[in-house]
Nanobody, 123 residues
Framework: QLVESGGGLVQAGGSLRLSCAASERAASRFAMGWFRQSPGKEREFVAGITGTNAIFYGDSVKGRFTASRDNAKNTMYLQMNSLRREDTGVYYC???????????????????WGQGTQVTVSS
């Protein structure tokens, strides 16, 4: 089970920090990732950390977002800075026990999903 938290309403240029807590202790060895989706659009890759702690980012968030994980807490974080209106959406946490890094940006390849948390950036 994955539980996201930390979403909310923020002004453009502001920051938010999302958290994703995994209930399974083995998740510390899983790949974990963040995706987002806004109405009428496909689910978009935001960031991901492999089981060996390699970190990848979507092009639209590079230099502004930072993904990290605390394996002792089975939790992944997404620090979002310099937020823009186009960052608005529902942010989903994902996990997978054996995801190949080449597939990290493909939503259909992830096994577990959280319920999502809304992020709204106002101008």
């Amino acid at each position: 089970q994955l539980v996201e938290s930390g979403g909310g309403l923020v002004q453009a240029g502001g920051s938010l920090r999302l958290s994703c807590a995994a209930s399974e202790r083995a998740a510390s060895r899983f790949a974990m990732g963040w995706f987002r989706q806004s109405p009428g659009k496909e689910r978009e890759f935001v960031a991901g950390i492999t089981g060996t702690n390699a970190i990848f980012y979507g092009d639209s968030v590079k230099g502004r977002f930072t993904a990290s994980r605390d394996n002792a807490k089975n939790t992944m974080y997404l620090q979002m800075n310099s937020l823009r209106r186009e960052d608005t959406g529902v942010y989903y946490c994902a996990a997978d026990p054996s995801l190949h890094p080449e597939l990290i940006s493909t939503p259909g390849e992830w096994h577990y999903w959280g319920q999502g948390t809304q992020v709204t950036v106002s101008s």
